[in-house]
Each structure stands twice: as structure tokens, then as C-alpha cells.
């Protein structure tokens, strides 16, 4: 079994499994890390019984190399938001095991009520919120530039809060060209407005560059350099272990863009696909994995969200629970899993990094470097 | 019985004349050539994948040409390219410092009393750790990294060691603390078997410094410089895992070498002529670096003359004064405790918890136990530790079985001499083949035959991808053989049997030395395993792997997963390195 999971997750997924009791035969659990789509793909060098893919958006792409899934299992494929990307022709490909809530900011309470401020509502009293904590001497933002996803959630956080329609056309079109929609651009000029501002970054741009998501968790909560930290609700479990004060620890939701729009909510999260050819022994893992009471053991570790479940958490991870369970609420899944390749490790999520070290580079030329990004977008589609 | 070097023919009498000199040509006993039989057959598990990318490379939809090899002028694959002709430019300056090393503790003597286990603990550990523990010292974070926080402390701030540019320091340190300490020994051993009257003479004769070099220690290690350069060179073309967990993923783009980016063209659904072709220029890169650096293992290797009266201890190398030799251990106990410096590091690190080992360096008083060695080992690191060594147990054993009788056919076995020279040409360049000229294909196959995820599997390809090497090696430890002895015991009526013997209780260095080197490598190996493996071999690699996903978050689980994964090496390496230096150059001693 491929799973993208290493260090804490894991050894919680690894609990999980001794959770199921024993099992009439062998399971391997193979972290594949980021290139976990290496486990399939026409010359795959790993083919495993089951992958864990943090990427469902990747399943649409892979249905040749898949197994239907079992009858019994189908239904869970098809709740709501799941349902577009899992099941196709009405054959179910995959099983949801995880959700995660991308639009989370973790930060310090306690740096909020030295400087007398409140969480912010709109995009625009965010970013006063950074320049009132850098003229107090605070590093509001710490980002985690060495993961590439990071830089991509961030960046559906704000293009699905000023333009859902073109959010929603580019996750459904076969061949999106992010590059031609006006919308695109303006989301990241407004993401360079953010990033650009001086003394915003903890450690600047060159520091963010070779940070790993839990290394800017511990930025903000373990060393206290920086007041806050975009990250999904998985980051719980590394926020509490690292954390000097237990208690300052806070949570808000992505703001909405503008006055009156709905705030972002995007959704990622971990599904269970069978590579051809498939097994018995695998099905049968999934459908144990897959049960209500599976996950308990990582939901007592915390950092765990179940899909339409909104019980059991802690307080910070319930408010997300509930968020995604609203109706009414913008919804969307992670948009760079459904561009294919140009989402990828030599896509966005290269535009991304190369847009960070130009805006951090120049000074705050964002309008610049917002066009060479689109440049670069574009030969990446073309190519 | 035939002796044949350099092209002359010596025909070797060992009893009286009884008969007059009959003209013609003696038989060749058909016998020996069965001896090469399985390591062929063991070879086409290279040999068969290889040809197949080659044809792949080659092959376009209208027929053959050369439309793949367009894939060179993407800017991805000729930065990859630059990249690893980079690494062999670091391989061959790490040669040359090694050597000027060697010849400093060669000429204070006393230095190697503690140099030899602090240089040999880095070339025992694999590549994977030795990285990981560079990542460690090489930290961004003032709190954490040694080098940075030393770095605040006198200049107020330091650069980000792992930011652009500059990972490439962190990547050659790693590399260069694995691989000198082997090199510096080797030529170390080298100097140390020049005869004292040789190098006596010389200073007699007034021939000093750079002249000295050129007339004596340059040509008489020659032999040996081919030995180094060439297992350096293999190291360097298979840097792939060193990158993977050194380099953080926004820069591991600048860091690409031509491994990575076959790789990741595989994975993200490429055209396999495409990847092929990457694969073949790979190839052909470093097929080109082997041929130039192993002339010198193509001569006959300079054997040890074989000492029958004692030498008087009066006419040995000079004594140096005790101020010399003082200085000398003091220059030596410093250089030792720095080389070891970063495996202390990364022991202290593995001590601490890993909240602890996440937030602050291994200089930290609190935090002190074993919860990061229970963190790794609840990531299944017992079971890869079991299944790491049952495969490399398989993979040296049938090494052993198969390398020794092609070994002996190829030095002593009457083989016509171009067929010999073929030979050793052919192993040379499989040597030196990276994995990733046969790993797609061989994985097709093996996935074919049922056998995904089979440890034996996984076993006879690395015993396949070991020897060359081992034939290599062997082939010259027995090509070095005195003439009297090995005349001696071809006269017998069971000749060959009489010679295996003759080999096993003369050649033990050289057996040692390839059967250690192989399980190490193996023990170690990464790319490999992820290159070939199915699920069901997880070797320990990946699980170290895994945990560095996340890497100084998860500082302390890393660094005792990379603990526990090493002590089998280091302890097998401490335990013969004396051999295997001896077995690795000068052959044999009778």
C-alpha cells in the first residue's frame, strides 16, 4: 500500500492499521512522499495493491489504470463534492479515507491581544493586520515555500474567493490554460500585494524557500518568530508537539475576498484507489479501512477530519468540521490536483516558487512578476 | 601451461624434459570456460534490459533515428547533464585530494593512529545518512543547524545554507565525507607497500618533491588511482538519493542530475523513447569516464614482491624524531575528530525526543532518550531491517558463487587474449552502467514473472549490478599472483581444483573485500530498491526515507532510523577495513 504520509502521520496511520485487528494477510505501507504519483502511470516502477492518493483530483486523469470499485464500498465514492472527481459512468473508482480543510490559518492569539487586533473578516483587513504587527516589531506570516503545495493552496484560497466560476471552469476543462483567464493574473497580483510587503515573511523569501510545512508551524508556534501560518487542519498534531505555550494557540478560516462574497473553502484529501490489477485482500483492506470507526485511533492523535463526520474532534478542528458541512458555503476541491500535469511539482507548483523568489527579489515589483509567471504558465501548457 | 602478459607467451617447465619438443599447438581444455557460464547467465540480467532501453532509445515511430535524443535540448535535461558532468568533475578533485592526504599522512607518519576508524565510519554509512546528517548540520534555522548557529554567533547572521546555490556546498560536503576517508586510505596502502629500497635510492639519487611524484609514487599508484576512481565514479553517477534528501523540493529542480531527471520524466508519463534516450546519454557519459579510469586496472597490477629473508629493521624507512611524530598525532587526533564530528552529531541528535530534535540543536541539555529511536521504529524499522538483511545476505552469497570461478577463468583460465580484453572491457563499462539503463525493462520482467516484491528477486539484480565490480577486483588480486605458486599448482592432475585451493588460502583479502564492499553496498543501496522493488522489500532506505519526508520536523525519528540503519555497516566495515584495503590494492600476500 503507497501512501504519501511519513513521520507523525505516518505512525498514526500506522495505529490505525493496528486498530483493524489482525489481518489474514501482510500489510506493507510504502511512503511514496510527494511522488506518489509515481505508484501509477504508463511505466510505473512501483505498482502497489492500493494507493492512498492525496491528489483525488488525479483520479479522473488515471480511470484506465484503476479498478471499480466493490459495490458495497460505491456509495461512499459518491457524497457530495467527491462524487465529480470518483466516480465516472456511474462506476465508482475511489473511496474517500481522509478530507482535509485547506483554508485553516493557524496563529498566536496572544500576538493578536499585544497589538489589539481581532482575526481578520475580509482579505483587505488582513493585510492591515500584517502592517499593523511588522510596525510593532511581529513577523506576521511565516510560509512554508519549500513544499510546493503550500504556495498552490494559497493561491486557490484567493482565485476561488474573487472568481468561483473561473476556479470551478478550470478545475472541469480538459485542457485548462490558467494563463488566458484575466482572473488568474489578478489573483496572483493579489497574492503578491501579500507576500511582497516588506518584513512580511518570516525569514524573507530566502528562509520560506527551504522551509517545510512543519518547519514554518514551528517558526510560528515552537520558536515564535511569526504570528501566523496558513495550513490545512492536518498541521494539529505538529502545532500541539511543538508548541513552547499549549495554550496560545488560535485558528481562523480564510477570509472572504470582498464585502458580501462567500469565504474559500478548499477541500483536499487522502482517497483510496486500486491500481490494476487488483486482489481480494486488497478490497478487503479497503472496506476495513473504510469503515465509520476505522480512523478513531488518528482522530485521537488529532489532525484527522472524516468527510460529513463533525464529532469527536478538538474545538479548532470542529469549527472546520462544521464549516465543511454547511450548505451554502463556497466549497471547492484543491484546483491543482485537476490541472494534470501543469499542477504539478514542474508546474504551478514551479510558477509558484519562481514568483515567490521574484517578488521577493525585486523589491515589490509584483506587477512584473506577475507577468513573467504567466509567461511561464503558458510555456508549461504549451509544452 | 601457458602464462600470458603483455602480450608475451611464457611456457612454464616444472618437471625434467623427457621428450623432444613437439611443434604445434598445446590443446585448449574446453573445461574452464564452463567457470564463466553462470556469471553470464547473471550478467543478461543487465545485458538483455540494457539493449532493450538501447533499441527504445533508438526507436521512432517512422523506424530508428535519432528524433529521441531532441529530448537533450529541453533546458531541463541539459541542465541535468551539466549537472552530473559536475559531479564526476567532484569525483576526480576528491581522487586528487586523496591523494595529496595520503601523501601527508604518508610522510608523518603517526598521523593514521586515529585517522583510520574516524575515515572509515562515512564510507560505511550510505549515502542517504550521510546526507541526512549534512541536512542536519546544515540547518537554516539558528536553532537547530550547527553550522548556521555557529555562523550567527560570530557574524550576527548567517547565509541559508540550503537556499539557491549554496545546497551545492552542503551536497559535495556530504559527498566528500563519504568517499575520502576510502580514498585517502587506499592510496595510503599504496605508498606504504613501495619498497623501502626503491624510495631509499631515489633520495640518494637527490630526487626530491615534484620530481620525486613524477619518477616514483605517481606511476607506482597508478594501478590504484584506477581502483578509486572508478568505485568514486559509480558513487557520483548513482547521486540520485543524496539529492532527495538533501535538497529541499523548491530547489531540487537546480540540483537535477541526469538520474533524477529520467526519473521524474518515467513518472509523469514521458515517452518512453524519450526517457530512454536520457538514460543512454547517461550511459554513454559515464561509460566514457570509466574506460579512461581504469586503464590503469586493464595493466597487470603491480604485485608485491614476495619477501623470503626478513628485511633488517635498521635498513627500513627512517624513524622521524619524536617532535615529528608528535606533531604528526596531534595533526592526526585533530583531523580525526573533526571527520567524526558529524556522525556525533547525528548519534546526540537521535538521543533526543523528537519534539526536542525538532526545535533545538543536538547542543540541547533537555529532551534526553530513546522516544525518537520508538518514533522510527513504530514506521516499521525492524521489519525493513530484517528484510535489508536477508536481501544483501542472498545478494553477496551469490556474488561469492558466481564472481570467484569467472574471476580466476579470466585471470588464469587460457582465455585467447582478445576474448580476455573483450571481457574485461565489457565488465568495466557494466561497472559503471547506471541503474537506470535497465531498471524500467527489468522491473517489466520481474513484475511479468510474479515475482514484484520478491526478496530474491531484488537480491540477484543487485548481485547482477555488483559483479563487474567483483570480477574486477578479484581478476586483479589473482592476475597478481607470484608465477612460481600458481605454476606450481597447474602441474598437478587436478589442476583446477588445486588452483581454486591455492586461491581461497592466498586470496582471502581480495574475497573479503568483495563480499564486505558487496554487503555494504547493498545494505545501503537506495535507488536500487526504489528503482526495482515491489512493496513486500522495503528496504531500510525508504523507511529513512519516508521519515525525512518532513525533514527537521521530524530531526530526531530520522536521525535514529539513520543510526539504527548503520551500525550493521560500520561495525562489518571497522571489523576488516585492514583487509579490504589489502585486498582492494595490493592483492595477495603468500
Known amino acids: ?383 | 601451461m601457458g602464462l600470458q602478459t603483455n602480450g608475451l607467451s611464457l611456457e612454464i617447465v616444472g618437471r625434467e624434459i623427457t621428450g623432444r619438443p613437439v611443434p604445434g599447438k598445446p590443446r585448449r581444455p574446453a573445461g574452464p570456460y564452463l567457470l564463466g557460464l553462470p556469471a553470464l547467465l547473471l550478467s543478461c540480467l543487465l545485458l538483455i534490459p540494457i539493449g532493450v532501453t538501447v533499441v527504445a532509445a533508438f526507436r521512432t515511430p517512422g523506424g530508428f533515428g535519432f528524433g529521441n535524443f531532441a529530448v537533450m535540448t529541453d533546458q531541463g535535461a541539459l541542465r541535468a547533464v551539466g549537472n552530473s558532468l559536475l559531479w564526476v568533475l567532484v569525483t576526480f578533485g576528491i581522487v586528487v585530494v586523496g591523494f595529496f592526504l595520503a601523501l601527508l599522512s604518508y610522510r608523518l607518519p603517526a598521523v593514521t593512529t586515529f585517522l583510520q576508524p574516524a575515515l572509515v565510519i562515512p564510507f560505511a554509512v550510505s549515502v542517504l545518512v550521510s546526507g541526512a546528517t549534512f541536512r542536519l548540520l546544515f540547518d537554516p534555522t539558528p536553532e537547530r543547524g550547527t553550522v548556521t548557529a555557529v555562523w550567527t554567533r560570530l557574524f550576527g547572521s548567517s547565509p541559508v545554507w540550503l537556499g539557491p546555490g549554496l545546497f551545492w556546498l552542503v551536497l559535495v560536503s556530504a559527498f566528500g565525507w563519504t568517499w575520502l576517508g576510502y580514498v585517502v586510505s587506499l592510496f595510503r596502502a599504496g605508498l606504504d607497500a613501495i619498497p623501502d629500497d626503491v624510495s631509499r635510492a631515489l633520495t640518494a639519487e637527490g630526487v626530491r618533491g615534484w620530481r620525486r611524484l613524477r619518477a616514483l609514487e605517481i606511476p607506482l599508484l597508478r594501478p590504484i588511482a584506477g581502483v578509486v576512481t572508478l568505485t568514486v565514479v559509480i558513487a557520483a553517477v548513482r547521486v540520485f538519493d543524496l539529492i532527495l534528501i538533501v535538497v529541499p523540493g523548491s530547489m531540487q529542480r537546480s540540483a537535477d542530475v541526469l538520474g533524477l531527471n529520467w526519473w521524474r520524466a518515467t513518472t509523469s508519463g514521458d515517452d518512453p523513447g524519450r526517457t530512454a534516450a536520457l538514460g543512454v546519454v547517461l550511459f554513454a557519459i559515464v561509460a566514457a569516464v570509466g574506460l579512461i579510469g581504469v586503464r590503469g586496472l586493464r595493466r597487470r597490477r603491480w604485485a608485491m614482491p614476495v619477501t623470503v629473508v626478513r628485511p633488517d629493521p635498521s635498513l627500513g624507512r627512517s624513524k622521524p624524531r619524536r617532535s615529528v611524530r608528535r606533531f604528526g598525532w596531534l595533526i592526526g587526533l585533530a583531523v580525526a575528530l573533526v571527520w567524526i564530528f558529524p556522525a556525533v552529531v547525528l548519534v546526540i541528535t537521535a538521543l533526543h525526543s523528537p519534539e526536542e530534535a525538532g526545535v533545538r540543536g543536538w547542543w540541547s541539555a533537555s529532551g534526553l532518550g530513546f522516544s525518537s529511536f520508538a518514533a522510527a521504529a513504530n514506521v516499521g524499522l525492524f521489519r525493513a531491517l530484517l528484510s535489508t538483511l536477508i536481501i544483501a545476505s542472498a545478494a553477496t552469497a551469490v556474488l561469492l558463487v558466481i564472481a570467484v570461478p569467472t574471476a580466476y577463468l579470466v585471470a588464469w583460465g587460457g582465455l585467447p587474449l582478445r576474448v580476455g580484453r573483450t571481457v574485461m572491457a565489457v565488465f568495466v563499462v557494466l561497472a559503471v552502467t547506471p541503474v537506470q539503463m535497465y531498471a524500467a525493462p527489468l522491473r517489466d520482467v520481474i513484475d511479468a514473472a510474479g515475482l514484484a516484491g520478491s526478496r530474491i528477486a531484488l537480491a540477484l539484480v543487485h548481485a547482477a549490478a555488483g559483479l563487474p565490480f567483483a570480477v574486477l577486483l578479484l581478476r586483479s588480486a589473482f592476475a597478481s599472483a607470484p608465477p612460481a605458486l600458481v605454476s606450481e599448482a597447474l602441474q598437478g592432475p587436478v589442476r583446477q581444483s588445486a588452483v581454486l585451493a591455492t586461491v581461497q588460502r592466498t586470496y582471502r583479502p581480495a574475497l573479503i573485500a568483495v563480499a564486505v564492499l558487496e554487503f555494504a553496498l547493498v545494505w545501503n543501496d537506495f535507488i536500487v530498491g526504489f528503482l526495482v522493488s515491489g512493496p513486500g522489500t522495503t528496504p531500510l532506505s525508504l523507511v529513512l526515507w519516508g521519515e525525512a519526508r518532513q525533514f527537521s520536523a521530524s530531526s530526531g525519528p530520522v536521525a535514529a532510523a539513520a543510526v539504527v540503519a548503520s551500525i550493521v555497516p560500520v561495525v562489518l566495515m571497522l571489523t576488516f577495513w585492514r583487509t579490504v584495503v589489502r585486498g582492494l590494492t595490493t592483492g595477495s600476500r603468500p
Open chain 1, 1 to 383: 500500500m503507497a501512501v504519501s504520509w511519513s513521520g507523525q502521520e505516518l505512525r498514526a496511520f500506522h495505529k490505525v492499521l493496528d486498530g483493524l485487528g489482525t489481518l489474514d494477510y501482510p500489510v506493507e505501507v510504502v511512503p511514496l512522499g510527494d511522488d506518489i504519483s509515481t505508484a501509477f502511470g504508463a511505466r510505473s516502477t512501483r505498482r502497489p495493491d492500493i494507493v492512498m492518493l492525496p491528489q483525488p483530483g488525479l483520479v479522473p486523469r488515471h480511470l484506465g489504470d484503476l479498478e471499480p470499485m466493490p459495490d458495497d464500498l460505491a456509495p461512499l465514492g459518491q457524497a457530495r463534492l467527491w462524487k465529480d472527481l470518483l466516480t465516472h459512468d456511474g462506476t465508482t473508482y475511489g473511496v474517500p479515507f481522509k478530507t482535509a480543510h485547506k483554508s485553516a490559518v493557524w496563529y498566536r492569539p496572544s500576538v493578536f491581544e499585544q497589538v489589539g487586533v481581532q482575526p481578520p473578516r475580509l482579505w483587505s483587513e488582513w493585510l492591515t493586520l500584517n502592517r499593523t504587527l511588522t510596525q510593532a516589531g511581529i513577523t506576521p506570516l511565516s510560509l512554508a515555500a519549500g513544499d510546493g503545495w503550500v504556495l498552490t493552496d494559497f493561491l486557490e484560497n484567493v482565485l476561488l474567493g474573487i472568481a468561483p466560476s473561473v476556479y470551478v471552469d478550470l478545475a472541469a476543462a480538459t485542457d485548462p490554460r490558467p494563463s488566458r483567464q484575466p482572473q488568474f493574473a489578478a489573483a496572483l497580483r493579489l497574492l503578491g500585494s501579500m507576500w511582497s510587503a516588506p518584513g512580511v515573511l518570516a525569514g524573507g523569501v530566502k528562509e520560506s524557500l527551504v522551509q517545510q510545512f512543519p518547519d514554518a508551524l514551528i517558526e510560528v508556534f515552537g520558536h515564535r518568530r511569526a504570528a501566523m501560518v496558513l495550513a490545512s487542519d492536518f498541521a494539529e498534531p505538529v502545532v500541539r508537539s511543538f508548541a513552547a505555550d499549549p495554550k496560545d494557540i488560535g485558528l481562523f478560516t480564510f477570509p472572504p475576498m470582498s464585502p458580501g462574497a462567500a469565504a474559500p473553502v478548499v477541500v483536499g484529501g487522502d482517497v483510496m484507489v486500486l491500481p490494476k490489477p487488483t486482489r481480494d485482500d486488497a478490497r478487503d483492506l479497503v472496506r476495513r479501512l473504510s469503515a465509520p470507526d476505522a480512523p478513531d485511533p488518528w482522530i485521537k492523535e488529532g489532525g484527522f477530519l472524516v468527510d460529513g463526520r463533525v464529532s469527536g474532534y478538538s474545538p479548532e478542528l470542529t469549527r472546520l468540521a462544521v464549516q465543511l458541512t454547511k450548505p451554502g458555503e463556497q466549497l471547492q476541491f484543491d484546483l491543482s490536483d485537476q490541472l494534470g500535469r501543469l499542477g504539478d511539482i514542474n508546474g504551478l507548483w514551479r510558477v509558484l516558487t519562481d514568483f515567490l523568489i521574484q517578488v521577493g527579489g525585486r523589491g515589490g515589483d509584483v506587477p512584473g512578476a506577475v507577468d513573467d509567471a504567466i509567461d511561464e504558465l503558458r510555456r508549461v501548457e504549451e509544452s
